[in-house]
Structure formats: structure tokens, C-alpha cells
């Protein structure tokens, strides 16, 4: 459970982030916007990079496997960067109408994806690299 934990507390902070960043697009305060933005990108960039850097290279070689899910979810995280691009964009423009058209693509994306991983991939995580798990969280951390 130490992978799922820590890896769902981030999920979580980068889900308030969001919430921040609409909050502030609704209200049309683009400067508070953009600046919780900037956190919420780094911050899921930062948690994707932890995935496919420390996570997935992990499972892979514990499960021999590349083609299973660590793969879906790369190419989920490819998507979302796309959409953070458009988002940015959107912010700079205070485009507020395609700003929230991107954002409900983002969020049933994210929502989609964070919840396969929660259910499924990180649970197999916890069971497949029991033994690695607090060094991987440790890892992950410090990443």
C-alpha cells in the first residue's frame, strides 16, 4: 500500500491545484489562474516524470513486461501534456470559454486515467515490488 498511498496523496494535490485554477478563470482573475496553473503543470509533470523514471521502469522489469499498462499510461501522459499546452495557451490569451472547454477534456481524461491507476496499476505496483516499495517511494521523493 506505500506506492498507492503516496502516489494517490499526489493525485490529490494536483486535483486542489486544478480546482484553484478554475476557481480563479470563473472569477476572471487570470494572474491568480495562471499562477496555480503553473503549479498544478509542474507538479503533474513532476508526477509523471516519478511514474516513468523510477515507477514504471520498475514494474516493467519486475513483470517483464513493457506492452501492459505502464504503456496505456504513457500514452495517456502524452495526451495530457497536449491538453496542459492548450490550457497554457488559453491562460495567456484569458481565453476563459476555451480554457474551460480544454479543461473538462483534461478532467475526464485525468479522472480516467488517475482511476486506473489507483485501482489497478498501483495496487499491482504494491503486490509485484513489495520488497522495493520504501525505497521507490524514497526514490520518488527526492525525484
Do not use: W
Request: with cysteine.
Amino acid at each position: 500500500m506505500e506506492i498507492s498511498n503516496f502516489m494517490r496523496d499526489e493525485h490529490r494535490l494536483c486535483d486542489e491545484e486544478f480546482a484553484k485554477t478554475e476557481q480563479a478563470v470563473n472569477s476572471g482573475d487570470f494572474a491568480e489562474a495562471f499562477k496555480h496553473f503553473e503549479t498544478f503543470m509542474i507538479d503533474t509533470l513532476k508526477h509523471f516524470d516519478k511514474e516513468e523514471e523510477i515507477l514504471f521502469p520498475a514494474f516493467e522489469a519486475a513483470t517483464l513486461s513493457t506492452e501492459g499498462p505502464t504503456y496505456v499510461m504513457k500514452l495517456e501522459h502524452n495526451q495530457v501534456r497536449g491538453l496542459l499546452e492548450q490550457l497554457k495557451d488559453a491562460l495567456d490569451k484569458e481565453d476563459k470559454e476555451r480554457f474551460f472547454s480544454v479543461a473538462d477534456t483534461l478532467m475526464i481524461l485525468l479522472q480516467q486515467h488517475n482511476m486506473k491507476e489507483e485501482q489497478m496499476l498501483y495496487a499491482m505496483c504494491d503486490r509485484v515490488l513489495d520488497e522495493q516499495a520504501k525505497e521507490l517511494v524514497e526514490k520518488m521523493k527526492a525525484h
